[in-house]
């Protein structure tokens, strides 16, 4: 029998689209992330509001999350969804700009949050359906995004100075047309992969686990603080005199150096668990020092600098989090379990954040917000020490439940 052909995505020239889809998605998501509060703050509104606002995307994301993958399974055609969702997000955000009342903000905000929450998890997928009939390595096209993402970033923070915050949508919506364009230049490939339903009985099993439980508990209190970051940070530059360019400037030292330490981590980083947790006591604890920094600044270029520590801590945190996961659990439970951890720690933490972290920066500044900051994440290091020496003392092995 002729041997088999290997499909034509291997050429490495046609999945050129797929590097610019990760560079595009991510950079819009850099976009979004780190500027439309401040488009929101100069509309009229403050820190508690556009916080409570920025909260509703992740109690969307609760609704929308398992719609898009309902749809990627019943279509198996992730490229499809793809652009449904980022036409979606080109036409909302230009009735964002349009809109007149609150009201009409927060209807229309509600619908953005339901195509763009899972607009970065939705490309992952699409990466992966071509890297595995490619036989290419995922990172390789992810590191695009974070290029992406630390790049356009700037290029965000230039426009703005520039040509003030109707740049913002119009950049906004010129990168998803970019993506949406790269994307309709891909090989064309049906098969989505094989991304089971989660099961709700396993669910529930990984939440008995006390020992996961605890681990998660503390990985909220570390979390709460990054997402208050990530979301008010650029009001403490701009509150500090700097321009949109320093917000852009700390967001490029934050992520260009990303990959490299997960590269890092991944080759040399032991996979026990009483190793792991040293290394979260201790990543913990430069977050800790990253939060007291925060609250001794007086000038935006100091703010720039900090934000180099990102790097390290939340690549660091979250690779850590997820193989910590995967070991408190025995195999059945760990899918089960990582979306436990992503629903906490990406959901759960980015809503407190936005509730308790507005009403700490509209009331009491940001320097108390960074000092509450500082104390959570000294819990939470406190309690991953603690955690970690009963697991070195008592050793751990992980217990597979019976069904009744």
């Not at 399974?73 to 036409?87: H, P």
């Not at 071509?130 to 695009?144: C, D, L, M, Q, V």
């Amino acid at each position: 029998m002729a041997p088999l052909r290997k499909p034509a995505i291997t050429n490495v020239t046609s999945l050129l689209p797929l590097e610019l889809i990760n560079f595009f998605v991510f950079g819009a998501m850099a976009i979004f992330s780190a500027f439309f509060q401040l488009y929101l703050q100069e509309a009229g509104m403050n820190k508690l509001e556009i916080g409570l606002l920025l909260a509703f995307g992740p109690l969307v994301s609760l609704a929308a999350n398992p719609f898009w993958k309902y749809c990627n399974d019943r279509q198996q055609n992730t490229k499809f969804v793809l652009l449904l969702m980022m036409s979606g997000l080109v036409l909302i955000a230009y009735l964002i700009y349009r809109v007149e009342t609150y009201q009409m903000l927060y209807l229309a905000m509600l619908l953005f949050f339901f195509f763009q929450t899972p607009l970065l998890s939705q490309s992952n997928t699409l990466t992966l359906c071509y890297t595995e009939h490619a036989g290419r390595k995922f990172e390789s096209f992810r590191t695009w995004g974070s290029i992406g993402w630390a790049f356009i970033a700037v290029l965000t923070g230039a426009s703005l100075d520039a040509a003030g915050p109707i740049s913002l949508i119009v950049l906004f919506t010129a990168i998803l047309l970019l993506a949406i364009i790269a994307t309709l230049l891909l090989p064309p490939l049906q098969k989505a992969p094989d991304t089971p339903w989660l099961n709700y009985w396993e669910f529930t099993r990984s939440m008995h686990n006390k020992y996961f439980m605890s681990f998660v508990f503390l990985c909220m209190l570390v979390a709460v603080p990054n997402s208050m970051n990530a979301l008010f940070m650029p009001f403490f530059v701009t509150d500090l005199g700097g321009s949109k360019l320093y917000v852009g400037l700390a967001v490029f030292i934050s992520t260009i150096f990303e990959v490299g330490v997960l590269i890092l981590l991944r080759r040399y980083m032991k996979r026990k668990i009483t190793h792991l947790m040293v290394c979260l006591f201790l990543v913990s604890l430069v977050l800790s020092l990253r939060w007291l920094l925060m609250t001794e600044v007086t000038t935006p270029v100091e703010i720039v600098g900090i934000q180099a520590l990102h790097t390290v801590t939340l690549g660091g945190f979250f690779y850590v989090g997820i193989q910590l996961t995967n070991l408190f659990l025995p195999r059945p439970y760990r899918s089960s379990g990582q979306a436990v951890f992503t629903l906490m720690l990406g959901g759960v933490s980015g809503l407190i954040a936005g509730i308790f972290g507005g009403w700490l920066y509209q009331y009491f500044g940001a320097i108390t917000m960074y000092k509450i900051s500082m104390m959570m994440t000294l819990g939470g290091s406190l309690g991953f020490g603690i955690m970690g020496y009963r697991l070195y003392r008592h050793g751990y092995t992980p217990v597979i439940f019976r069904k009744e």
